[in-house]
Structure formats: C-alpha cells, structure tokens
C-alpha cells in the first residue's frame, strides 16, 4: 500500500517538476532577448530592380570573396518576369532575416544573429542535418554535398578569398560580407559608403543597382532609398522580416 | 567424386536459421561498404539536393522510431495504468525499441553532414529548435530503454555463467520499472509529436504548416509501435518453437490497434479534407501530389486504403482478428501504412518548391528517387534491425509470454467483506 502511494506522490512530483522547469525556461528566454536587433547600427541591403541588367557580377565578385564552390551561389540572380517588354531581374542573397527561421530551427545554434543583424553561420558547430535549409523560404542556404579542392574559377579576376573555405557536410549561405564589415569598421570606415567595408556584391555592381547601409541611420542612402520608394521585401507574408529591401522595376528608369 | 560429394553435402544443407543469417549478413556487408562509399567521398553520391534534402534516411530514421512506440505505450499500459497482464508484451515492445532507436541513429550517422559532430546537440543547446528538443528526447530515451531491457539482456545464459554478480543486479532491477516507465511515457510524448512539430513549425511550407502535425505523428506513431510489436511476436512464433505467445493477448491488443485505427483515420480525414479547402499556395499543390500526383499511390493505395482501412476492418471484425492469419496481415498492413505516411509527409513538403518572388504563380517541382547507394544502405539499417530481432527471439527469449515478472503473477486477492456504511 505504501508503494501505491509512494509512485502517486512521484507522479505528482515530477508534473510539478516539470511544470516549474519549463515555465522557468519559458520565462528566461522571454527575457534574454533572442531578438537580432539590439545593435545600434542595423544593416541592411537595398536592391533597385530598375538599375539591375543581371549581368551576373555579383554573384561572381561573391563566389571568389567568400571562396565559394562552383555548384554553390551565394548570391542567385534570377529572372523575375517583364515590364513593358523590358526583363526584370531579381538578385537573391541572404535576406539576413530579423525572424529567420533558419536560426530557430537549428538544433546546435551553428545559426545565430548577431547583434547588427546579421544571420551568421558557425562553420565548425553545423552538423549537416539540414533542417535550416528545409526551413528557409529564399532558398539562401546551399549544402555542401561535395569537398570543395580545386582552385576557385572566380579567382583572381572577380576578387581573392576573404574566409576560410567550407568544409564538406555543413550548410552554408551569404553573410552580408560580416568579414568586409568588421575589417571596415576596424580602420574606421563607414559601411556602405567606403568600398572596403562594403559587401563585394554592392561594390562590384556596374549600375550601382545594389546599395548596403545602416537602416537605422535615416541619413544613410539605405534608410534614404528605402523611406523615399516604395520599397518591398521577399515572402513579407511568413513574417521573416527580412533585411534585404527591393525597388520594384520602374519600366520608364530602365533602360533599353 | 561422388564420394566426396556425399561427405561435403550434409554440411551444406542449411537450416531455415542459417539461410536467413546469410541473408542478413549480406545485406549487412553490403551496406557496410556503400556506407564507407558515404562517409569517405560525401552526400553527393546520393540523390538528394538543396531542394529534397531529406530523403529516404529520413524516412527510416522517422519510421523506426514511430514504430519503437509500442515500447513507451505498453509499458505505460502495464506499470502506469495497471494493466500487468500484457507485462510479457511490453517486454517484446521494449526490445523492439531497443532496435528501433539504434536504427534511427544508424541512419541519422548516414544522412547528417557531419556525422563526427553529432555530439553537438547534447552540448550547444537551442532550446527553440523542435529538432534539438527530439534529439535529446531520443538520446535520454534511449537511456530508459537500456535500462528498460536489462532485465532482459541479463537472461543471456553466456553472461549469467560468467559474471553471475552482474545479470543478478540487471534483473533485479525490475522495481524500477514504473518510474522507467514515466520518464519513457513523457519523453516519448515529447519527441513523438515533436518529429511532427518539427515539419509543422515550418511556415514556408504550407501543407506541414499546421498543429495537427504533432497529433498524427503521435497517433500513428502508437499505432504502429504496438502493431509492429504484435506482429513481429506472431511471425517469431510461427517460425521458431522458442517464441512463445499467449495469443488472448495478441488479439485484445489488436482490438485496441483498431479503435486507434478508427480514431486516427478520423483525425487524418479532417487534415487532408479541410486543408484541401484552404486553397493556400503551395497546400494545394502539396495535396496535389498526394491525391493524383506521383506520390498518389503511396497515399491512396499505401497509406488509406491498406495502411489504415483494411486493417482497421480486418481488425474490428471478430472474425478476422481471431484468425491468425488475418489478425497477421492487417498488423503488417498498419506497419507498412505508417511507414506510407512518414515517406509521402517528407516528400509532399519538399517536392513543391515554394516560389519567393513575388507575383510569381507557378510552383515548380522538384523530384527525388532513392539513390542505389541510399537503397543499400538504408536496407542494410533494416537487416540489422532483422537481425538483433532474431537473435533476440533466439537467446533472449524476447518473445515468450511464458515468462511473467514475479510481482506480476495474478495474485489470488481476497476480497474483503463488505459492510454496511
């Protein structure tokens, strides 16, 4: 009899247990502040589907900055229909998402924000289960199915290798040049305004279609370009908030 | 020559036992070598992409642990809610969990990038990933089942004659069993609906994107853990004089299997009969490829019609289930459903590939066939399953409803008279 009352009385234990441990849980990340913007500066891209031709230069300045393997693009540009017989463009990288979904998914926080925003990638912590990849709505996130060794095609015309390169069996994507960045920031440069601190994809675009910037600067030209178009952003439905901002293609801007 | 033959053939009559430890054992190889071809030269060598990177592995590593669920369920069953009599269930159920949590782990090592890192979730913890959450469920999970099926291992004749000391204390740990059997009711709760949560949290990909997720990954997963459970004790019975079963048990278990049956398919109606009216992009699509596209089979054929109503009928009908024959069929069907299940979830998430620019309709598709190298491996995964089943049923005794716990007898007890209040 008194084992009968001993197992209720654990029983019990343990939901009440448990009950304290998630709430406590619960409460704690409430406030630890998951949220990627805390930072003073925020930054952010702006891509202006009126100036871009696709000709494909950012994603091949990306590919030979970043080190990338062929197979892999970082920094798709895909078609994304006509205005008034003229082809619209629509460059992709990393939206760098403020909700990303890639980061609340991933079991081991190979995925994290960074204080300024961006969503970065811990190459030594992935695991390769891929979860992220399934989660992302843009597609930014590429597996490395193969061991990247041969010398880079994108090297040294389109630029020389700033990170490490990936090994086989992690997931990668766009960072927002966080390398660039920092070194900028380091010798007291101003991202999005001096070449050297600004991501490779901006610097090397011909019609300067693509501009990168502090978003809660307002005299930045990020925060002026987007306050003065009408600006959108990929997918605003999922609630991803992204950080990569388009100018929709005005046929009368665009040329030819 | 003649002569020589005569002396060389008794020794190549095989018996049925070692035919089958061939077989296995083939396939075991087999995939030993295809899994050195994955770890040495990488994922590409299979057939998935950035679009399908779940794939068959998946579908292995999801289905072995929903059909381990018999292991939590029936030991709830017995130690939890009392019902002691299936005590001997349990204890194949627990084996059967045994396997199926060493081969979902097999087929993650196959299908995760870094398999050398796997260590990672148990140390950098992201308590708002649903696949963290699963993965230590599983691992502390797993832990339960060792000590679960102690008492089971410590019957090994070889261990009992050597280390007498040591199968004595793992059999009699037996008083444990009811507070093993909590920490397995809850941590399986957890990560059996969490595998669903884990597609259902997904927004970018509307047909997972839904909280019944969670309770259908649950539901079938209970369904077909007992059904395996129940089936497996039954073919090791017909095959082997040291599979014993008590087939009173068998037969009111399957009883419960089809009522869940009727409960599930209730569940699963609605989820697919109400999702096809929300006309969501990307949804329709997905139920499309269920309804009438390439995986229309599975879900039609596999899934409903002989993974869900077939033995749902075969089982509630009296007759049927009271036949061996019949009560077998329909446990193997339910297996095989779940299994459906877990295969056209995957797929009709990941087929569609969801468009991001905006304006744009068209939803393009990808596709994805198994690999011969995924094929092998994954079959190599099952053989092994086969096998530690096997060698279970035949020096462990994991099927013999013969043997009962001691405190689990049926106590004559004596009904005290009653008074008046």
């Known amino acids: 009899m008194t084992k009968r009352i001993g197992r209720r009385d654990f029983l019990k234990l343990a939901a009440v247990g448990a009950t304290a441990a998630t709430a406590a849980r619960a409460l704690r990340s409430a406030e630890a502040s998951e949220n990627s913007s805390t930072g003073s500066r925020q930054w952010a891209m702006v891509i202006d589907q009126s100036k871009c031709v696709g000709c494909g230069y950012c994603t091949l300045a990306c590919q030979a900055h970043n080190d990338i393997n062929p197979e892999i693009q970082w920094n798709r540009v895909t078609t994304a229909g006509e205005v008034a017989g003229k082809t619209v463009f629509l460059p992709r990288p990393c939206m760098n998402c403020a909700k990303a979904p890639c980061v609340d998914v991933c079991p081991v926080k190979a995925s994290y924000y960074r204080a300024d925003g961006i969503v970065m990638m811990d190459y030594d912590r992935c695991i390769g289960c891929r979860y992220c990849e399934v989660a992302c709505p843009y597609q930014a996130r590429s597996f490395n199915w193969k061991s990247f060794d041969a010398p880079n095609p994108a090297v040294p015309e ?43 994809c901006c610097v090397v675009c011909p019609t300067g279609a693509r501009t990168f910037g502090d978003l809660n600067d307002p005299d930045s030209q990020v925060g002026k370009l987007v306050k003065n178009n009408v600006a959108y952003r990929l997918r605003e439905d999922l609630g991803t908030a992204p950080r990569v901002y388009y100018i929709a293609a005005d046929p009368q801007k665009m040329e030819g | 020559m003649i002569r020589n033959l005569k002396r060389i053939l008794p020794a190549l009559r095989f018996s049925l036992w070692t035919a089958w430890l061939l077989i296995l054992s083939v396939l075991l190889l087999a995939a030993l070598a295809a899994g050195y071809l994955v770890f040495t030269r990488g994922l590409w060598i299979t057939n998935l992409t950035d679009l399908v990177p779940w794939g068959l592995w998946i579908t292995i590593d999801l289905s072995s642990i929903a059909l381990s669920a018999g292991a939590f369920t029936l030991c709830a069953a017995v130690y939890l809610i009392g019902l002691k009599r299936y005590q001997p269930v349990a204890r194949t159920a627990t084996f059967v ?40 469920c599983v691992m502390l999970y797993l832990t339960v089942l060792v000590f679960e099926s102690m008492p089971i291992f410590a019957s090994l004749g070889w261990l009992k004659k050597r280390f007498p000391g040591v199968t004595a204390k793992m059999g009699g740990r037996h008083q444990y069993a009811p507070y093993l059997a909590i920490a397995g009711l809850a941590l399986s709760m957890l990560h059996q609906s969490s595998l669903g949560g884990v597609y259902g949290v997904l927004k970018a990909r509307p047909i997972w994107f839904k909280p019944e ?52 398919l209730y569940f699963r109606f609605w989820d697919v009969f109400a999702q096809h009216y929300t006309f969501d992009p990307g949804r329709t699509e997905g139920l499309e490829l269920l309804t009438g596209g390439p995986l229309s089979f599975n879900f039609w054929i596999l899934e409903m019609l002989l993974g869900a109503l077939a033995p ?49 309709q068209a939803v393009a598709y990808a596709s994805y066939t198994p690999s011969l190298i995924e094929a092998i491996t994954g079959l190599g995964v099952i053989a092994y399953g086969l096998l530690a089943f096997s060698l279970g049923v035949r020096y462990l005794s994991v099927v013999d409803h013969r043997l009962v716990a001691e405190e689990h007898r049926v106590a004559r007890e004596t009904v005290p008279e009653t008074v008046p209040a």
Not at chain 2, 252 to 260: D, F
Not at chain 2, 334 to 352: F, I, K, P
């Open chain 1, 158 to 200: 389109w630029g020389q290798p700033e990170v490490a390169r990936r090994p086989r069996g992690v997931v990668e994507k766009c960072a927002f040049c966080y390398q660039r960045v920092d070194r900028g920031l380091a010798l007291g440069l101003e991202p999005g305004v001096d070449a050297d601190a600004t991501p490779a």
């Open chain 2, 312 to 360: 749902m009928v075969l089982l509630l009908t009296r007759v049927t289930r009271q036949n061996r024959f019949w009560r077998m069929v329909a446990l193997a069907l339910v297996v095989v459903g779940v299994v459906a299940y877990r295969w056209d979830t995957n797929l009709s998430g990941l087929l569609v590939v969801m468009p991001y620019i905006p304006g744009q």
């Open chain 2, 213 to 264: 997720m969670t309770v259908l990954f649950m539901l079938s997963a209970i369904i077909g853990g007992i059904s395996l459970t129940l089936f497996a004790s039954m073919v090791a019975s017909r095959l082997t004089p040291r599979a014993k079963v008590n087939d009173f048990l068998l037969e009111r278990l399957s009883h419960v299997v089809a009522w869940a049956l009727v409960g599930y």
């Open chain 2, 97 to 136: 969990g045994l396997i199926g949590y060493t081969m979902a782990m097999l087929s993650l090592l196959l299908d995760i990038g870094r398999p050398d890192r796997f260590w990672h979730a148990l140390v950098y913890w992201n308590d708002h990933s649903l696949l963290w959450e699963v993965t230590m």
